[in-house]
T-cell receptor, first 114, second 113 residues
Framework: DAGVIQSPRHEVTEMGQEVTLRCKPISGHNSLFWYRQTMMRGLELLIYFNNNVPIDDSGMPEDRFSAKMPNASFSTLKIQPSEPRDSAVYFC????????????FGSGTRLTVV | GESVGLHLPTLSVQEGDNSIINCAYSNSASDYFIWYKQESGKGPQFIIDIRSNMDKRQGQRVTVLLNKTVKHLSLQIAATQPGDSAVYFCAEIETGGSYIPTFGRGTSLIVHP
């Protein structure tokens, strides 16, 4: 099992550019979560999907952020336009239908907006 | 080891010592708790969990204690090793609710050889 796979591992972009982060959940997991981690705020839940359907996006900071899950094996988090304050590590996690213990994080994407 | 303000609490120990990392949770309805370890450049990884019907659970070199009365959780690491250096997070889950973990701010553990 390759675990939750995120790409890219690092992204440096200029302010105003569009950024797309990608996630492949563990096969068989039906829930997917996007988190943002900063020193100031810790781990923040941005949005989560259940069976490819967005359930709660109340954590998405602004309309500049959007997330999609077109199928069970792929999700994207897009920031357009990006701003320096979006610099953070973005984690994707997935969990199976019985989520206890099965909640698994990817290795994250470190985003730097200059 | 509790979170204060915006700064990440830090615990420094010598190799071989026992470490205790503390966590205060907020939701009295939470009935499942997990400790995660996050090493530099990696995502949080599951260490040990405990249900609210228990007050102690032991794993390999780790023990989690739960005090529901004061909503407090602790992680004890025996014979701490340099490889234990990481940020440790507790997470609380209300299994009768959304099943979404709520994470604490984390404690940085530094083990000196």
């Amino acid at each position: 099992d390759a675990g939750v796979i995120q790409s890219p591992r690092h992204e440096v972009t200029e302010m105003g550019q569009e950024v797309t982060l990608r996630c492949k959940p563990i096969s068989g997991h039906n829930s997917l979560f996007w988190y943002r981690q900063t020193m100031m705020r810790g781990l923040e839940l941005l949005i989560y999907f259940n069976n490819n359907v967005p359930i709660d996006d109340s954590g998405m900071p602004e309309d500049r952020f959007s997330a999609k899950m077109p199928n069970a094996s792929f999700s994207t988090l897009k920031i357009q336009p990006s701003e320096p304050r979006d610099s953070a590590v973005y984690f994707c996690a997935s969990s199976p239908p019985s989520p206890l213990r099965g909640y698994t994080f990817g290795s994250g994407t470190r985003l730097t907006v200059v | 080891g509790e979170s204060v303000g915006l700064h990440l609490p830090t615990l420094s120990v010598q190799e071989g010592d026992n470490s205790i990392i503390n966590c205060a949770y907020s939701n009295s309805a939470s009935d499942y708790f997990i400790w995660y370890k996050q090493e530099s450049g990696k995502g949080p990884q599951f260490i040990i969990d405990i249900r609210s019907n228990m007050d102690k659970r032991q794993g390999q070199r780790v023990t989690v204690l739960l005090n529901k009365t004061v909503k407090h959780l602790s992680l004890q690491i025996a014979a701490t090793q340099p490889g234990d250096s990481a940020v440790y997070f507790c997470a609380e889950i209300e299994t009768g609710g959304s099943y979404i973990p709520t994470f604490g701010r984390g404690t940085s553990l530094i083990v000196h050889p």
